[in-house]
């Protein structure tokens, strides 16, 4: 749904005079008040795109809603706008070194249980740290040629089976609860090339119906290739498969016993330290 509407918001500026590209825009106020279930034969939807008179400040807006035949086009399954700006923000690097992948394979442990997504979108393929509130993800980017072969236009914003993995692999924080994405404040894309990218998602806050996470995604050198900003996720339920819950917490486990055994071998590193400053 977000790369048909940037698509669609694109080609609002393709087809005015001069025709113009104007690169990758920014995503803001997404909001996603109803699924589109896509059953096995397809679904039909409409894409209705508004573009705004430029701005003083060069910026262009185009509103995007998303309907479908499921509710006969009368309301709103998607929504937001896309916004091209003279100048984009560089996202900062990663601040901090990834610690080594845990020993865990979510097609074994995770995909088919609380993963319900299929083999397309199957694409986090580790976890490099995870708790409640935060996690990294190792996520993996297939070839453009193997997915969108008979595309007649490249994606805008890259691989939308990439950015699903960004948006299910925060739901192996919280396995008690089933969760449903609801709105995203914001979305800046760099693009993402090479064989993975890098996932850190943490917790913003949460109460008793909604959590709200923040995401940066950088490739292996550290540069950050997508950002995004208040995405909202709503409680639909409890989680009641036991055994899957099981293995996820295993998967909780494995960080915190990782994390206590680096923070004991530091503390014994800085206790060796101050012996022999003695002696």
Request: hydrophobic share 40%.
């Amino acid at each position: 749904g977000i790369e048909a509407m940037a698509q669609v918001a694109t080609a609002c500026f393709r087809v005015s005079p001069g025709g113009e590209s104007l690169g990758r825009p920014r995503l803001e106020n997404l909001e996603f008040p109803r699924p589109i279930v896509v059953p096995a034969e397809g679904r039909a939807i409409r894409i209705y795109a508004q573009a705004e008179e430029t701005q003083a400040d060069g910026s262009r807006r185009v509103r995007v809603r998303i309907r479908s035949s499921v509710s006969q086009y009368d309301v709103d399954h998607f929504r937001g706008e896309c916004v091209w700006v003279r100048r984009t923000e560089k996202l900062p690097r990663a601040s901090v070194e990834r610690p080594p992948e845990l020993a865990f394979d979510p097609k074994d442990g995770l995909y088919g249980t609380i993963f319900f997504q299929g083999p397309m979108f199957q694409n986090v393929v580790a976890y490099h740290d995870i708790s409640s509130k935060h996690c990294i993800a190792k996520v993996g980017v297939p070839g453009h040629s193997e997915l969108y072969a008979g595309l007649k236009h490249s994606v805008v914003l890259d691989l939308p089976v990439v950015r699903d993995a960004f948006l299910h692999a925060v739901q192996a924080c919280v396995p008690e609860y089933r969760i449903l994405p609801i709105s995203i404040d914001s979305l800046d894309v760099r693009g993402f090339r090479g064989g993975h990218v890098f996932l850190d998602a943490r917790e913003r806050q949460r109460n008793d119906k909604e959590f709200v996470y923040d995401l940066d995604v950088y490739d292996a050198s550290g540069k950050c290739v997508e950002r995004m900003r208040g995405y909202r996720c709503r409680i639909l339920d409890e989680y009641r498969d036991e055994a899957a819950i099981a293995r996820v917490r295993l998967l909780h486990d494995m960080a915190a016993q990782r994390k206590n055994a680096s923070a004991q071998a530091t503390s014994t590193e800085l206790e060796q330290g101050g012996v022999d400053a003695i002696v």
